[in-house]
């Protein structure tokens, strides 16, 4: 196919079909390493291996991130009232302090980190999905 | 209990739930459409099932008889059953869901392509469905005792027959309406009532939850003792009472404290201090990494994820059922508290499970609306039996038929229905001193240290082996199943000992972790081979599937 355009540009010797061939090379030759990425995943090859790695790797940071912002959050209670008992007195509108945090504020916390997560995972697959069918950028 | 609403709400809502799964019967037309609700339920209805499904008698009743029994350090009990999804969501969710795998044993074959893995798997889910469906069986026996006056084993056959027939003609598209609809109803049948409690509360003149002289009671009371127990009456004398004795109190008598309870204003509104007892921060660990750990483990949970499009629909999914059950647990609390003030007979009594139900008609009266509400809380804890038996039959029911009879086919599910139906009722018959709350709180044991190490490990790391994996369950899973058959079976313990058996979760969960890596580190070389395709599957997502 690209030895028969040359010949079509050399007879006719007219520009415009020169630079219109270049465009469509250039697309055409993103297309085969995007799909030579995808391609790359399959087959597993070390390039589509270390890009799966990666995005485990992010994955994982990601969760064990938001668990230990949890587990300092919520597992930090037991102890801080064990080692403060003053804490467990304090009252606030009438309520015992651990009663609010336990009874009503630790859910909309965990709704918060779970939301969190999910915004974050999305953006590191969309990072990934731009990175296998975008691979000039 | 002369209250002529409760037994009509009752039967509503059993009627209710039969009718749907009928009308899901209509659409059920495919085997695929059986098992698998054919993935086509959007992400509201599935949440709103899942969450349906997974509120059980504990949640409904149990959270509010310990906090009533206990106070403020077991509101761990919803915090971790809520955090549970959290911890699903960020660790197993979407991979999971990726993965392709319908049942935990599915998960284990793509991983890991063990059959004897499998077995083991397909034993783990058995144990822990059934583990689970006794403690709800017996809940509707309990509930329905208490509000009717039936016999108790009337409540918990009536309940296992609904379900397995529900479940056997219906299937899973059947059973997704009907929990999403459950949910709803649980929700409101506590959140109605409360704002009439706390009207009547305020109107009562805001008493006290912990008046300072300790409780006492509002009104003249007879209480028939169900457990044996100590009691210190006000003048210092002690004494024993056997199950059957009955005590009689005027109005304005103060409770006299009960063994084992937190009788104690102090006790029972402040957490537990260092120094005087590290067992009680050992067992509140334990129990924040039991049901933090267990959810993900929960063979009734995870099935319903196959039911999302994708990964991506499968996080969504989970973040609103985190939404959904967060909402529903701030309420029983305030049914516990308000139990102090104006149920404290069940202190006495030992039915503190029965607080939920006993409330509504406790605070506001035998009047109309008093008994309308307490009919609504009956009718939410029945919604609540239902829903979670059904969905602990579906899969317990699936991975018989799959993996023990060796049938895909929609016959084989429904005699699969019967046995996993038959064992649990028969179980729950000889079963009725078991405590509601402990057992629930040993399955989620069970599950995070079998399951949840083999899915968070199998899910994230490219070295875990089969022979690995299967040493891990063995060790943890095994620990903690040796731990409830202690309990359930064995004899009374006291100091440490009783503690890491009662909450062994802080031991068996790490151990289960250690193993399984030590074990795939040694066995390096029997890793799959195919890891890296299964990494890009679980992991990837789908847009890029080629």
Redesign the interface.
Known sequence: MSKQLPDVGSSGAVPPPRRSRIVLAEITRQDTRAERT??E??Q?TQV??AL??G??RA??AL?LR??LV?AIG??GL??L???A?SL??TTVGGV?L??LL???A???F??G???A??RL??RN?QD??DL??RPER | MGNDFVVPAIVAVTLVTVGIGFYGLRLARTTSDFLVASRAISPTWNAAAIGGEYLSAASFLGIAGLVLKYG?DV??Y??GF??G???L???VA?PLRRSGAFTLPDFCELRLGSRRLRILATAFVIFIGWLYLVPQLQGAGLTLATVAGSPYPLGALLVAAVVTANVALGGMRAITFVQAFQYWLKLTALAVPVIFLALQWQADGRPAVTPPDGPTFRAATTVVVEHRATLTLPDGDIREVRPGDELTFAAGDPVPDVSGVATDANDW??????GDDDRG?FA??SL?LATFLGTMGLPHVLVRFYTNPDG?AA??T??VV??LV??F??LP?LYGVLGRIYTPQLLLSGQTDAVVVLLPEAALGDGLAGRLLAALVAAGAFAAFLSTSSGLLTSVAGVISTDVLGRGSVRGFRLATVIAGGVPAVLSLHVSGLDVSQVVGLAFAVAASSFCPLLVLGI?WRGLTDVGATAGVVAGGGAAIGAVLVTVLGPPLSGWPATLIAQPAAWTVPLAFTVMVAVSMATRRRAPADI??T??RL???E??R?
């Open positions: 995808r391609a995943l399959a597993q589509g291996e799966v790695r995005l485990v994955q994982l969760a938001l668990s949890v919520l597992g037991p102890w009232f064990a080692i008992p467990g007195r015992n651990p009663w336990l009874g009503v630790s859910f909309p965990l709704i980190v779970g939301w997560y999910v995972a999305e697959e990934f999905t296998v069918q | 403020v509101l761990w919803p915090v809520a955090a999804y959290l911890a969501l960020l660790f979407a509104l402040l957490p537990s201090a260092a921060l509140t660990y924040i991506a996080r969504r989970t973040l985190l939404a967060g909402a647990y701030l609390t994230w890296a395709a990494m890009l992991h990837t997502p847009a890029l080629m």
